[in-house]
DNA sequence: ATGAAAGCGCTAACAC
DNA sequence: GTGTTAGCGCTTTCAT
């Protein structure tokens, strides 16, 4: 404990004037190294070695009370554990805001409207600079009351009138983009596994999925949706389907599904890839690299759309004037061997 | 914005006395509801429709700058994205801190020392009520020092000495439950896919697993350890082994190797759990629940760690005084179809 | 080159 | 019952 003075009480700028034979002002100019003004060598010695013997530590609470700025970011999710993918979300806005000399300020809310008004009027109180809104599964949602109060930003989410700023995967890139990685690899006959619940995910693969086959003309006739529950559960219950589709490649709405489609495919004896290539969505953690065989997906950019939240709110990204309101991540492939 | 009076600047508490007419005490009184003194109820409802006109808020850091104290803490992770179970650790944290007015200052660190004791400091300037320091897997680690100059706890990692306040996960205990699964389906030959990196969970669940077994008078002769790589790729590659073992169940070191085990033994078309029982150890999200069949396994408690964690460090714990420094928590069967 | 003093928004004695 | 006052730890003119 070098930060406790003799009494126990924390070490103050005070503290250190008193032992550096100086006033506080002259402290605060040599901790902020301001070169404006200029202070003796000698008198910044003294001082720096008071605060080293003193293990002086700043208040940034003080800081912060008289900039009448803080250096919060408030970061509320509504649901921080239920999925892996919220950790990349605050993992990404972590990083950014740190780079800034921004702290998280983190609040989960498990979709609850009462804690989350709560939990923004809490941020609201410690003077966040701003607020990330983020969700768990890309959706839209209507922004609470309480947040038009400060700067705030969607992340994984969005205003249906789209007005408000967000960021959120591009998922019509990421359908396209997976549906493109069956075709060059020469398939012609490609499912799509979709989802029944309606969602951004589920519209906008689909869509990527016939801009690709489109292009790369396939009649609308070739294409084979097939809906079923986005789980491993679903994927296994695809599998005929897919097989009397006569598909020789499928693209899962996500991960879970392809890993239920393998198992559904490998119990019928069909190779994957040599008689079926699969390609995934999402790049979930825990599965995605280590099906047998590695799984080719596409990767939902949690990392990024955190990141960019951040940069956003912060206004440190380029471009922030003619940027529309809704900014779109990309979903980059990731290749492994299952195509 | 109603937040921000006719100047842009925000609403204070001399705002909203000045429109009441009355003084900045009588306002924090009331906002504070302090019972101790009596405010005219005449007075009180002038002061509560000026706040709720002028839209005012409290400024937190203010309140804290005054009363000496925060209501901060902080929570410092090595790896908050790199898997499921860290989120979960902030999840239990965060809501616990919640419920006793405390907020989460979240900082991610990649295990950089560098960016650890960067955060600590940064923390400690914040005057932190104490902090959590966390791992994503159970381990031993070293106390940075920065930590030493505030109250602070570690989750799911525990300093050699065992001198330093932990909460960490039984593993002899989860090792011991997985184990008893089996026995008390009568099964006699169990083996146990452990990893062979060395960690309180290799160990901690070995020797769980030699209790279970010795309990129920199953000699050392009848122990069957198989040494793999803690990943799919290792449960899969062990699945000869388990087979030439004559093992009618099969105890995983975690879920993932089991979901690789499932994968060899149907592959040779061995019924689970008819022919062989699986048991996994994490009960991992996206994994466990949606295997065929769904996996039995036992719960890595990382909620409870955070949210006892919180609890410690807030000294709302029962039993603070005879508490041992490392406190363990059970982790939970969760039977499922597999066994 | 350094110090004195005001004040950030709030709380807590202590007056009246 | 309500107002006055003195700080909390710090930054920032403005003197000297």
């Known amino acids: 404990m070098t930060t ?17 034979g100086v006033s506080v002002a002259t402290v605060s100019l040599v901790v902020n190294k301001k070169k404006s003004a200029r202070i003796g060598d000698a008198t910044r010695a003294r001082v720096n070695h008071a605060i080293k013997t003193l293990g002086y530590r700043p208040n940034a609470l003080a800081k912060n009370l008289v900039s009448g700025q803080s250096k919060f970011i408030g970061l509320v999710a509504d649901a921080i554990a239920t ?12 990083d950014e805001a740190w780079k800034h000399g921004f702290v998280l300020l983190v609040a989960n809310t498990e979709g609850n409207d009462d804690a989350e008004r709560e939990a923004i009027t809490m941020m609201l109180e410690y003077q966040v600079r701003g607020v990330i809104y983020s969700t768990w599964y890309h959706r839209a949602v209507e922004v609470p009351a309480p947040l038009k109060e400060t700067d705030f930003i969607l992340v994984n989410c969005y205003e249906t009138s789209r007005t408000q700023r967000a960021v959120v995967p591009n998922e019509f890139q990421g359908g396209y983009a997976a549906t493109r990685i069956a075709i060059e690899r020469g398939h012609r006959r490609i499912a799509f596994i979709n989802t029944l619940t309606h969602s951004p995910a589920r519209d906008g693969r689909l869509a990527g999925y016939r ?5 790369a003309r396939i009649t609308s006739h070739g294409e084979i949706v097939i809906d079923s529950t986005p789980e491993q559960e679903g994927g296994y219950a695809a599998t005929r389907e897919v097989l009397r589709s006569g598909a020789t490649a499928v693209f899962c709405h996500n991960d879970r599904v392809a890993m239920g489609l393998y198992d559904g495919l490998r119990r019928r004896g069909v190779d994957i890839p040599g008689d079926v290539a699969v390609v995934g969505f999402d790049n979930q953690e825990v599965i995605a690299a280590h099906l047998r065989p590695p799984l080719t997906t596409v990767q939902l950019p949690h990392y990024e759309l955190g990141a960019t939240g951040v940069r956003r709110l912060l206004g440190v990204s380029q471009s922030v004037d003619n940027t529309p309101a809704v900014t779109e991540i990309d979903c980059p492939p990731v290749i492994r061997q299952s195509t």
Chains 1, 2 share one sequence.
């Open 4 to 20: 406790a003075s003799a009494n126990g009480q924390p070490v103050t700028m005070r503290d250190v004037a008193d032992a550096a």
């Open 83 to 94: 999925t892996p993918f919220a950790g990349q979300i605050i993992h990404g806005a972590q």
């Open 211 to 215: 801009a690709a086959l489109s292009e």
